[in-house]
């Protein structure tokens, strides 16, 4: 069996092209990727917040359904 130097070394020259290509792609994905997201995502509230859940139960009955059903299924909503 004869090992062919020079198909080894343009073997390795293509692994090194390709993982130099890669590397830069991944780099300005990472970089597009900080230029469109917000700096500041995880800020805390400043407290103009209003409660949404009710402690009160609701209760609930046959034409309270109906309606509920109508206008999901006939507005669409």
């Known amino acids: ?10 073997f ?4 090194i092209i390709f993982s130099l290509l890669t590397f ?14 917000p700096h500041f995502q ?5 407290g103009s917040s209003i409660e ?9 009955n ?3 359904l109906h309606t509920i059903l109508f206008n999901f299924w006939g507005n669409g909503e």
Do not use: A, C, N
């Open 42 to 46: 995880f800020q805390r509230p400043d």
């Open 12 to 15: 390795l020259l293509l692994l």
């Open 52 to 60: 949404v859940i009710s402690p009160v139960v609701y209760q609930r």
């Open 1 to 10: 069996m004869i090992i062919s130097l020079k198909k080894w070394m343009e």
């Open 24 to 37: 830069i792609f991944y780099h300005l994905i990472r970089w597009g990727l900080e230029q469109i997201t």
């Open 62 to 64: 046959e034409e309270d």
